[in-house]
């Protein structure tokens, strides 16, 4: 069973539509992050989630709408994509919000805006 | 401001060692983690150091220095699996990890 996993690892859509990529933990982690990594290969947090409630809100334009229905999912979703948008986007997990071992990353989700 | 600096890529042989550097500013400082991420995947972790001081964990080590703001990853008995990407995180007073840009480690036969 993959501890981390995201959906679609791939998705390749037009400028101006709207998607969302989803994310599962099977860890019985309580806090779940969004990063983005694009071509220069710095991961950048995006949200992240303690319990459901949000933590961190990174300076993200407001297209991009996270969600988390339970502990064990967190959502992505995002509008009015725009080509800056394509780069892999990262779920990852950790016990709690302090972070002092490893942070569980899903497969990635890669992004492609045309 | 809060800065991860590393090289963006080294090249070592087979058989070698190779001495990554990274230096970090937070604000506060929680910690620091090594990861490793090759081509098209997930970064997976390697090892956290919050004391100063060597951690080896296989061929593979981390160093840390508090005062200087300075760590390294240190890889033995280089194997061409270890031609990857190895991201250095410093974590801040609020748990918050910082990400340097990673770098790329090439591995010659």
């Known amino acids: 069973d993959t501890a981390v996993s995201q959906t679609p690892k791939y998705l390749v859509t037009q400028m101006g539509n709207d998607k969302s990529i989803k994310c599962e933990q099977n860890?019985?982690?309580?806090?779940m992050y969004w990063y983005k990594q694009d071509s220069k290969k710095f991961l950048k947090i995006m949200f992240s989630?303690?319990?459901?409630?949000?933590?961190i809100n990174e300076t993200v334009p407001n297209r991009f709408s996270p969600k988390s229905p339970d502990k064990a999912h967190l959502n992505l979703h995002i509008n009015s994509l725009e080509l800056g948008d394509s780069a892999v986007y990262f779920c990852?997990?950790?016990?709690?919000?302090?972070?002092?071992?490893?942070?569980?990353f899903g497969e990635g989700s890669r992004l492609t805006v045309l | 401001g809060q800065n991860i600096d590393q090289p963006t890529e080294m090249t070592a042989t087979e058989g070698a060692i190779v001495q990554i550097n990274c230096t970090y500013q937070?604000?506060?400082?929680?910690?620091l983690f090594w990861y490793q991420q090759h081509a098209g995947e997930a970064p997976t972790f390697l090892s956290y150091?919050?004391l100063d001081g060597l951690e080896e964990k296989g061929r593979f080590s981390s160093f840390l220095s508090r005062s200087k703001g300075y760590s390294y990853l240190l890889l033995k008995e280089l194997q061409m699996k270890d031609s990857a990407s190895y991201l250095c995180?410093?974590?801040?007073?609020?748990?918050?990890?910082?990400w340097g840009a990673g770098t790329k480690l090439i591995i010659k036969p």
């Open positions: 995180a410093g974590m801040d007073s609020n748990y918050q990890l910082i």
């Open positions: 860890l019985g982690h309580d806090t």
């Open positions: 989630y303690n319990n459901k409630e949000l933590i």
């Open positions: 990852a997990s950790s016990p709690g919000l302090e972070v002092t071992g490893e942070l569980f």
């Open positions: 150091n919050v």
């Open positions: 937070t604000s506060g400082f929680n910690g």
